[in-house]
């Protein structure tokens, strides 16, 4: 059927997606196709139950038209990202709302010991679907390659050129497609996170163990030529500063990531012997300090991790003005470990930002702490592969 060809039928899935409540004229207006072409998708669609008349609308006192509703959970798909335990996944509906959560704990940091926590939690997940589910997104910690098939370099995990998707394909039977997880991230903020600004153009930065972005235009992920887009992490914020993992002296993920963070309190403390830390940091444990304690010191209002929180936001926030400057986002999204801290990363990243960056690129645009935590990477992966959906694999 020409009508549901790649193109025309990719645009309207789109459309149905981003607005789930339209007319049949808007869907005229906003894809381009013909009258004729949008009335018999739509019949096709309504067919099979992916769209469904809700009701009628008068625009401008105009003839009133039938209120098309895309229908999300007729048709599921499953996200998954792996983390540092093992897998996490959700079975999730047409906008990637979440429908059902699974868990399970990797058998070995190999890539096959992930590949079986995977197939568990799909196993399980797909006992839960109530209609047919399409496929499988995932997020990897790593760099994967353009087509979305193999994970090139994966240092958390120590991967080189894993072909993670036929893997996968293989034990399971179904499509899969993978990308970075921050990547995904940004995907899942696009789609389900809680923010009221505009996210047109929208950028995520995870800030944890490493640092990398995912940038999100009308919907759609830039992954840049050949899947590297986002490496946040390894731009340049001092000059001469300590040598990074990629080569390179003074990048973010050697300022702001969390290995830098403790580095730094461990410094300050240190070098202040009146430091005060409170019990959940006693000087004599600065050897085995970790993210946890820092956490709950800063719960407690430790001033010497409160600063050095701050300056991390600060390390942060000198790297965002430089990205803001060059694709000006309408809203950038913080998530991971690090902004996990809150308002005194936060303050810190919005003062250095709004001394750096250029009035017209900060002018209606925000940045905000992430509202789904962790679960943004596995949302996001579903999101990932509901765009590689077309009319032979929805309508099979
Ligand atoms: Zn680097």
Redesign the pocket.
Known sequence: MAVFGRTSYGTLFELLRMYPETTRTELVQMSGLSKATISEAVSRLMEVGLIAETGKRQPNRGRSQVVLALQPAMRQVIGAQFTGDGCFAVLADLRAGPIAWAKRDHLGQSPEGFVEALVACVEELRAQASAPVLGIGIGVPGLVDGSGREVILSVTYGWEHVPICDMLEQRLGMRVTATNRSKAAALGEFWQGNHTGRTDNLAYINIGAGISAGFVNQGKLFTGSGGSAGEI??TTVLPDGPT???G?RG?L??MASERALLQTVRNRVRGDPNAVLGDELPLNALGTLTMEKLHAAADEGDATVLEAINETGTWVGLALANMINLINPSLVVLGGSIPAFGQPFLTGVREEVRRRALWDALHGMDIVLSSLGETAGTLGSAALFLDTLNVETILA
């Open positions: 992490g390894h990074c993992a990629c390179n990048c993920h050697v």
